[in-house]
């Protein structure tokens, strides 16, 4: 079983930036792959980033050119940094992991995008 602990999200004005990040409890050279997800009410989860361990990062669509992902080995961490922001991103944010097809998910941390 791997832990995730992401930081806390927050209230941001439209236009605003927020950095996330996300620890494991293992090293993160043991995973395939880390990233994030977002889920609204009544809606399903879906992709905004993931940053492989081989290969070049990915993006929701959406979150192109505003969101960045990136991965500190030294600090065993995967941050998300959002700028931009719009009230649309609001969601709650999941970090997740992959390691030979086992995922695991972090809490979960609400971003709020509101004037």
């Known amino acids: 079983q791997v832990h995730l602990v992401e930081s806390r999200g927050g209230l941001v004005q439209p236009g605003g930036s927020l950095r996330l990040s996300c620890t494991p409890s293992?090293?993160?050279?043991?995973?395939?792959?880390m990233g994030w997800y977002r889920q609204t009410p009544g809606k399903q989860r879906e992709f905004v980033a993931e940053?492989?361990?081989?290969?070049?990062?990915r993006y929701a669509d959406s979150v192109i050119g505003r969101f960045t992902i990136s991965r500190d080995n030294a600090q065993n961490t995967v941050y998300l940094q959002m700028n931009s922001l719009k009230a649309e991103d609001t969601a709650v944010y999941y970090c997740?992991?992959?390691?030979?097809?086992?995922?695991?998910w972090g809490q979960g941390t609400q971003v709020t995008v509101s004037s």
């Open positions: 293992d090293s993160i050279f043991s995973f395939n792959a």
């Open positions: 940053n492989p361990y081989t290969g070049s990062n």
């Open positions: 997740y992991v992959d390691r030979h097809g086992d995922t695991y």
